[in-house]
């Protein structure tokens, strides 16, 4: 494993590990979800002679880099069955195959709003700070938990909506 540099959203350095032969990566907790969109392109581009190895990856079990707790495949209703994350429960690390990570993050492209208005554009930088904790915690959470954080932001938003353009 080698270690690689791309940037979380607001700029700052995230250190991820990957590995020289299979092309795979590491992320230690939350850093998958902190990374900026299209930081995938970027160390991924390198690899595109081992994309074109098949990986045998997917099938065997793996164990976890820091704790040697056995990984298990993250799986939830929504996510799309081609991208394969990894998972340890005891370290919250997450392991990706080659070209996962440019998938991960276009899947997580499509799921942002198409257009936003300069009102919304406005009201998200105020309340960026909440968001970031909410995205971080929607990837940690079961579905119902979700679906309540999810309720709370829409009438956090509402409020603030009627407070900042009132006038
Ligand atoms: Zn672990």
Redo the contacts with the bound molecule.
Sequence with gaps: MHEVKIVSHYGQPIIVDQCEKCGGIWFDESELFRAKQGEAEKIEVLNTEILRTPSTIENSSLI??????T?HRFTDKYFPQDIVLVR?L????IWINRGTFTKYQQFRQKLMPKKKSSQDERLEKSIAPLIVSYKYECERSNEAQRRDVDIALNILKTILRLFIFKS
């Design positions: 976890c880099p820091r704790d040697q707790t990984m340890c005891s370290c919250h690390g």
